[in-house]
């Protein structure tokens, strides 16, 4: 598991964010997630590979060292210019790799770029991005998967998706085509809003009230560890990798916001909680070693 961190600005504003991930019954994490912060903006990386241990590993891996490294690049583009380029950096590389290495690979992908008023983020496969009001849910990402047009076609509703045995035949994926179809959306946003990824894993075990419940938790960790615990008791030995990510806007009093920025990742083969200070994304670090810097807010 991974910790949660509070940021403020001179306006008062401020964003509470967290990562939560578990291997579910499994052996092997294919499920990769990230959070980064720079300048005045958030983003959070889900992935979840396909193609074996190795291949699977590789694929999401490959998502979150893209967004490492078009951050720290530090080009000035848009934000949803940064999240094309994120997936299509990381389809790129996923493809070269399973190409010389004969595996079959590929990674669900989505990312969430916040700002103080703005949202944008990019999806492809069936992880998710949920919307939430005042910690209500008020929608979601519709999945690139055969189930998902299924639901939309009025075949099986969404509670049947999470049991259809044609639940993981996905339409697109990072890694499986020169050029996958990457969505995109964006909206200004209000001090109520929220959002979390995950992967399916997590949504395929979990209620909307589940749901609901941790995005009002009063401490966001303590809310998606639970979420993820539940996941995974519901999932039961055959539960897939289970990865969750959490931001929401709050306003706190400029006296209780930490002096701190901090970056979490997760480990390949086990929940952890890490700590990183960092004082720009050129500082990010794969390892669990906690490393602290404040920084000037």
């Known amino acids: 598991m991974f910790g949660a961190s509070k940021r403020g600005s001179e306006s008062g504003f401020a964003a509470e964010f ?38 699977g590993a590789m694929a ?21 210019r940064l999240l094309r380029r994120v997936a299509a950096c990381a389809n790129r590389r996923i493809a070269a790799k399973a190409e010389k290495r004969g595996w079959q690979s590929g990674s669900t992908c989505v990312l969430l770029h916040l700002e103080p008023s703005r949202a944008t983020w990019a999806h492809i496969g069936d992880s998710r991005l949920y919307f939430f009001d005042d910690d209500r849910l008020a929608g979601r990402t519709l999945d690139h998967s055969l189930v998902e047009n299924l639901r939309l076609k009025g075949k099986v509703s969404a509670e049947e998706m999470k049991s259809h045995p044609d639940r993981n ?10 050029q996958p179809q990457i969505e ?37 960790q303590s809310g998606l560890d639970r979420l993820l615990r539940r996941a995974k008791g519901n ?37 952890r909680r890490a700590h990183f200070g960092i004082r720009n994304a050129s500082t990010i670090h794969q390892t669990a070693t906690i490393h602290q810097t404040p920084s000037a807010l």
């Open 169 to 178: 035949r996905l339409l697109d994926a990072l890694g499986v085509s020169p």
């Open 184 to 220: 995109c959306g964006g909206r200004r946003t209000a001090p109520t809003d929220g959002f979390l990824l995950c992967s399916d894993g997590l949504w395929e075990n979990v209620s909307d009230f589940d749901l609901e419940r941790a995005m009002g938790a009063v401490n966001l």
């Open 60 to 80: 999401a891996q490959a998502v979150i060292d893209a967004a490492e490294r078009l951050i720290a690049d530090g080009e000035e583009v848009s934000p949803e």
């Open 18 to 55: 967290a990562c939560a991930s578990d291997l579910g019954g499994r052996e092997d994490q294919q499920d990769r997630v990230a959070a980064f912060r720079f300048g005045d903006a958030l983003l959070l990386a889900l992935a979840d590979g396909m193609g074996g241990h190795e291949g």
């Open 235 to 271: 999932g039961g030995v055959d539960c897939d990798n289970i990865s969750v990510a959490a931001a929401r806007y709050k306003r706190y009093a400029l006296s209780s916001i930490s002096p701190w920025r901090r970056i979490f990742k997760n480990s390949k083969h086990q929940r």
